[in-house]
């Protein structure tokens, strides 16, 4: 996680010990901001492994924490996918 202010940013990898990504046609940013939007949380996603949040200013604590709830359920559901199809080794 990377950001400044409300700007932030998730890069997502393979395996977090040593930041291997996945395989670029694996499209994970697209994917994951697919789900999220499935599940009301608009993303974008950024050079192909990153995630950018940028909520309005005017954003209050309980909306900051039910896009946080999304964003690990989608994140939950992202590997189940990925697992599912063997895409992981």
Avoid: Y
């Avoid at 409300?6 to 994951?32: C, H």
């Avoid at 009301?40 to 896009?67: K, Q, V």
Wanted: charged share 20%; with cysteine; hydrophobic share 40%.
């Amino acid at each position: 996680m990377r950001g400044v202010g409300l700007m932030w940013g998730a890069e997502i990898v393979k395996d977090k010990k040593n930041s291997s990504r996945l395989r670029p046609q694996t499209e994970i940013g697209q994917q994951l901001s697919n789900i999220c939007f499935s599940h009301g949380l608009n993303t974008r996603p950024l050079g192909g492994h990153t995630m950018a949040f940028t909520p309005p200013l005017i954003i209050s604590d309980a909306e900051i924490n039910l896009g946080l709830e999304i964003f690990a359920k989608s994140l939950d559901e992202l590997l189940d996918s990925l697992q599912s199809k063997n895409m992981l080794n």
